[in-house]
């Protein structure tokens, strides 16, 4: 069971239970979290592989509790920062309680899917999966089934489900599957709670977003970004905020800044925007750029950004 939860939480509830997401990039497993905890836990964006952590969301319904485990999408790479995450992912699915395996309905199975399938043929007695982008024009769920049959066969119908995580389609039955997996316990949570992430973090994942968005082209995964000073202010009203977009070389810092600071005023106005609809308090964002070497090698700093 996994470490640090919310010790002061004592509300008992009939089902509880951590669900480690799982999938290739891109497939939406942070867009599904986001709908299910009904407000914005994790970073969503078309590069793959945005999400670098363990981000987690809390569902509090009737049933029980669901801690759900977004974890970076799968991908075959032998890069430091890829096997960094591979070995995040591998620690979620070994300590969940249930594992959800998603799928894209407009993407074939292919090279990368047979992967993620044979990790997870020794967990089918814990696995639910859900074929997601049910909505797509190209959806196709009887060859995605198919491939869960020849390569899970003892996964049972009654644990697929189709879905859109992008307008919530089919994710009522998703919830009803997933509470009728979990095993009976205490919530791990109190039931306020939709996210166990920290404001730093959380703030950092948000400029991210907002940046790795608007550079996608020039800088899919050369940075990171790092909250240096936070300080409360008017009593407690404002929260002042330092952050550091972080590049990997000194050229880069051009692109993120933009012509006449265009590109980071941009960024840092979409954070601020974002923050007012997460936060009680006013936030008052002083956004930075600067390089710092080859950082997607540096193992101490690969351990804090991805929790390990």
Known sequence: MYDQIN??????????????????????????????????????????????????????????????????????????????????????????????YLLDATRAPGHEEDGIAARLAPLQNRLAVAVNKMDGKNAAYDGVREFLKRRLPDLTDERCFKISAL?????????????????????????????????????????????????????????????????FRDEGKKLWVRAFIVTERESQKGMVVGKDGAMIKAIRQAAQKDMKKIFDWKIELDLRVKSSGDWRHNDALLKRLTGR
């Open 167 to 231: 307008n919530g389609e089919g994710t009522g039955s998703l919830l009803d599957g997933l509470y009728k997996m979990a095993p009976e316990g205490p919530a791990l949570y109190g039931e306020d709670y939709y996210t166990d992430q920290d404001v730093p973090f959380r703030i950092a994942e948000i400029i991210r977003e907002k940046a790795i968005n608007r550079l996608r082209e020039e800088l899919p995964h050369s940075l990171y970004v790092d909250v240096a000073d936070t300080e």
């Open 7 to 100: 010790q002061t939480s004592q509300t008992s509830q009939k089902k509880s239970a951590f669900v480690a997401l799982v999938g290739r990039p891109s497939v939406g497993k942070s867009t599904l979290v986001n709908f299910l905890c009904g407000a914005k836990v994790a970073i969503v964006s078309a590069v793959p592989q945005t999400t670098r952590n363990a981000i987690r969301g809390i569902v509090n319904r009737e049933q029980g509790q669901l801690v759900l485990v977004d974890t970076p999408g799968r991908h075959d790479s032998e890069k430091k920062l890829n096997k960094k995450l591979r070995e995040l992912s591998d620690r979620a699915l070994d300590e969940a309680d249930i594992v959800l």
